[in-house]
């Protein structure tokens, strides 16, 4: 088993930088976090119930870190930029005006969707997932075998319903852990800065550097008196956090080591190369150009309309950043050959592999299942296109529940389970701010003549018949009653025949739709169940191979909690160029304009003036530092991560990386990998000398340097 081999592997070597780790796997790297100058003793950061991982939270998509012992945590700005715009209104615009609560009273309800996320327990389960499955099962048999165990796994787990349990794997599906965390449902907008600090350079400067970015917002975690998670409550009480970090303003210098903790999204650093030149050929490019056509409706149609535009702030912000993050990935992809990289390594391994007798028929499977699952991935995108409405979306889920509920709990598919009620039901509601009847219609229209000039082979079968002609689909805007928050939510209680004879629109495409849902489903699970028989055999003999070169073996980010340490670094991104590791305030002054995103509030522009530093003036730069590199190794999802020095102190959060970066979620350059972190004195400055948030920093632990 791989739980074996990997801790049998002691100690393990680290390349570089390079390693998103498991909390359990750090012992095994003391004498690395030792040699760039970490002091907290291995043993204590694998402990989840110890400082610091204790203070670590998820967002749920973003990481966060508790700064208080009353629930008091900080995260990013463009984390927190969803709990903005759906508190804002033409009127009230927070997002433009930024947002302080000087009470707990003050404090606004983040969001029914959102969560806060304390990883408790991790144990390995790989055996009770894996073990005795037969040999001769078909793809689809085994996913369901792999998904009721699973099920069984996270029901156990769950009998305490204050835990959110799941059983994610590692290694593309060698090692299952099952990973409970406390999961608090109350969760409050505590203080945003303007966007013209928060998002100062918007996507202009989105993955690049030079950054003068304060990406930092205050969300604060409630519960019930009884101390447990408990549903929105004014009668709520902050949660008392087993720990948080101290806020270090003594600041870093080049060279100086960093920790960095949290919750790292999707990484594929042991994929094919033909899977990197699928991605790199057609997926990338594909998905650049559908986010462009999408962010054009979405300014056609919410233009000259100051609520629309509030309303849908936060969705063309997602899609600019995950677009501007594909073509990053494609330029790297031109700038550094990945892919021939990667067939180079692949040569390597197969030579090994077949010098250590391994099983031949092993490879010609593997590019078998994975051909299958590139073809079925065309299929799924043209899906994708083709339902590219928020309305539709909701009646699909509707439907989905109904017919999901006529199963006892334990046989429904996960997401449309008991557990998954709340969930259901919050991004139900959810859809109230961030909803235009009007920009939906004109983004489906536009969706659907794209989707038709898309190959007629990748078309799900039976899919064209049932999709309404795009010029028509107006009609059915005026034949729905789910715009309706309390119309939407009503139908949650309704079951399937009551929606196959209504007379709802979009309820009626969502009955007819199910059957080509219902076959790709059925076709990814069948891929998937031999994707899960093939992939672990390839890994583990991958891992083998790594591991006699002395090379580091941790598993692909799948968003749990995770480890990464470094240094404060320049970079050269090309050959004469040098970038240094520090930004600072003066470099916002001279980036300020009168047009977004580089509009500067002048109370900012009079203290840099002024040179109002206080104690937040680093001594070296002379000023305060906004922004700083390090070598750290991250991906999406670490945003919000805390970033720590050498003794587990706050000292920067986690927003972004290079852009010569970007390529990194699929192959680690420690010569131009770089993480972009915001200086925690620059956010404490902001705090002090702009919005006055005396109370936070008041509430906070803050370490001062010494005068």
Known sequence: MLVTLIASAMPLQAFADEGQWQPHQLPQLKSELKRIGITIPAEKLADLGKHPMSAMASLGGCSASFVSNAGLAVTNHHCAYGAVQRNSSALRNLIADGFLAKTRAEELPAGPSERMYVTDKV????????????????????????????????????????????????????????????????????????????????????????????????????????????????????????????????????????????????????????????????????????????????????QDNAESVVRYASVAKSINNGMKKSQGLIDGFARKDIAAIKDGQNAEFRAWFSKNGKDASLLGELEQVIAADINLSEQEFAWTVATHSDMLRSARSLYRLALERKKPDAEREPGYQERDQAFIKARLARLEQSFVSSVDQARWQAALQRYAQLPADTHPAGLDALLPAASSIATLYTQTQLSNTAQRL???????????????????????????????????????????????????????????????????????????FGTVAAYSPRDGITKGPFTTVEGIVEKSAKEAPFITPPALLDAVKAKRYGVFRDATLGTVPVNFLSSADTTGGNSGSAVMNKRGELVGLNFDSTYESVTKDWYFDSAITRAIHVDIRYMLWVMKELDHADNLLKEMTIIYPRQ
């Open 123 to 302: 144990e390995t389960v790989t055996t009770r997932v894996t073990g005795g499955l037969a040999a001769n099962l078909s793809g689809r048999a085994r996913y369901e075998q792999i998904q009721n165990r699973t099920k069984g796994l996270i029901l156990e787990c769950e009998q305490d319903k204050a835990y959110r349990c799941s059983v994610p794997s590692f290694h593309r599906g060698l090692e299952y852990y099952r990973i409970r965390q406390l999961m608090i449902r109350d969760v409050r907008l505590v203080y945003a800065p303007s966007d013209k600090i928060g998002n100062f350079g918007g996507d202009i400067d989105n993955f690049e550097w030079p950054r003068h970015t304060g990406d930092f917002a205050f969300l604060r975690a409630y519960v019930g008196k009884d101390g447990r998670p408990a549903d929105p409550s004014a009668d709520n009480v902050p949660y008392q956090s087993k720990d948080f970090l101290q806020v270090s303003a003594e600041g870093l210098k080049a060279g100086d080591p960093i920790l960095l903790a949290g919750y790292p999204g999707r990484t594929s650093r042991y994929k094919l190369p033909v899977e990197i030149r699928h991605a790199r050929d057609i997926a990338y490019p594909r998905r650049v150009a559908e986010s462009q056509a999408d962010l054009n409706e979405i300014a056609k149609a919410t």
């Open 490 to 564: 009503a139908w949650m209680e309704k079951d399937a025949e009551a929606m196959k004879q209504s007379s709802d629109a979009f309820l009626q495409l969502a009955t007819r739709m199910y059957q080509v849902s219902d076959n790709l489903e059925n076709n990814r699970k069948e891929i998937d169940g031999n994707l899960e028989r093939i992939i672990p055999r390839h890994m583990q003999a991958v891992i083998a191979w790594k591991q006699a070169q002395g090379k580091p073996v941790y598993a692909d980010a799948n968003s749990t909690l995770r480890v990464t």
